[in-house]
């Protein structure tokens, strides 16, 4: 919470793309985020790495402004979320947790509809659907409807809707949760081109492995909060001597997350051992 | 790769044209499952034949054939039919999670909405067009001209409209495509409390009462008159103003549900 004071009345530092500041949401009696605080630089991809339920879909709904936050603020490519929700869409992409595609329609109906409501012309909006259908290798099944499109295809068609304005700021909620390996790599493959162009990203993941091996930044969230933030090596680093000395290869995330948080990521289940379980 | 740019207009031509791409949307989907339309458009004519031919003869008919009574009433049923569309297409929506696309993009409320209701409306000019002809093949006609014809049609549609705003409030409130099962359900009770298909006068005193004062009744009966169609009860203050309710109900359930609806829309971020 270091940039708390004058945090509204400073303009956000052009090269902060996303940033949370103590953002709280509850449903009901259930606090899902309770002290959300973070901050991604333009053109980097970073990491939300939790547990089912720590929180992340909550943080990346209320940055999409999909939903509103009860406490906190948060600004997206320099607009606030809740004051400025407009400006914030034109500016985001999103491939939610679930696919958001109207399967009646065909992939390319699909992406041509969204162009329209982005405001491209008809012409543009076609032109765009047919290159991205290209880019991400379904132009074969352009014209089925989605409902005949497999796991792999349909995240990357929702992949591509997010695309079409080629957004500065691309939030991914698990994207390859349900994936076959295949379809993770090719996934993997398409946000790897993608960071190349300078979008900046936000990912969220329960898959260590995909965090090591996409992102620049990582923030492991746990019970609605930030718990840890560094690159991949500052938090294998914060483990501790005494674990890197005893354990000959480099620790894994997977033990990041345990020594830092006091469960497995994978099944929440808690462990007696480490000193900052909560 | 194109470049990015934010397009900065909150125009009237940016809210028609949101709102068309989203009624053009509807009619791919008829276009891409043609089937679901076309049951939902021979449904009533279903109901049409099996009340008028199998029943009818057992109805207690007023001047010019149950026939005659049936198909207005059968008109109105057809706007009625328009709610389980509606809910089914708003729930289908959320679950698929194109609502929340939709939301995370740049299009305002009233423009979504306004495609959803103007969609509903094409629906019920076509589903009236096979219902009137269906009449016409039946033997029913309009006696008072094609003026107090298509006046009687704009009500029909004045009464969709207002039906168009209750399925969308109720699509937003039940969430998921099961929950549709029970608008379609509970359309029947509502038909049947109603002169669509038999004249308030035959039912108990307080049903009666509740089937007189009911939208449709109101509706039915006032385009009765508007088609030179034959009815029963005609004395009353409700039946001899029937005109004047058929335009003051779909009023007052729109001047409700509009605003549910669109407060429901925009609360989805709670
Ligand atoms: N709409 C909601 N209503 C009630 N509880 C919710 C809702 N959304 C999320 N939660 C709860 O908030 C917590 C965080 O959820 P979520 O943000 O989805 O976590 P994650 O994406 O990390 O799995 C969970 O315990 C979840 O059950
Ligand atoms: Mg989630």
Redesign the interface.
Known sequence: MVYEEGFTRSLPRPEVAIRALDLGKAFGAHTALDGFSLDVGAGTVCGLLGPNGAGKTTAVRIL?????PDSGQAQVAGFDVVRDP??V????G?V?Q?????????GC?NLV??G????LSAAAARR?AE?LLAQFDLAAAANQ?VADYSGGMRRRLDLA?S?I????VLFLDEPTTGLDPRARIDVWSSIRSLVG?GTTVLLTTQYLEEADQLCDQIAVIDAGQVVAHGTPDELKAKVGPDRVETITRKPSLDEVFLHLTGHHPSTGRAEPMTENTR | ???????Q??TTT?WL??AA??T??VL??WK??PGSLVVSLLFPVLMVLMFGYLFGGAMAVPDGGYMAFLIPGMLAMAMLFGLETMVVSVTTDTA???T????????TATAVLAGRSTADLLNAIVALAVMLITGLLVGWTAHRGLGLALGAIGLLLWLRFAFTWVGIYLGLLLKTPESAVAVQILVWPVGFLSSAFVSPDTMPGWLGTIATWNPLSATATAIRDLFGNPDWNTHGWAAEHSILIALIWPAVLTAIFLPLALASYRR???
């Open positions: 999409t402004t999909l939903t509103r407009r400006q869409r034109y500016r985001i999103l939610g679930n696919a958001s595609l109207d399967e009646i329609l065909s109906e509809m969204f329209r409501l982005l405001r765009r290159e409807p809707a695309l304005l080629s957004p500065p162009s | 790769m194109s470049t990015f740019t934010a397009p207009s909150t940016g044209r949101d791409t989203l053009a949307r791919r989907h891409r499952r698929k999670g194109v929340e696309r939709i939301r995370a993009m740049p299009v989805l971020d709670r």
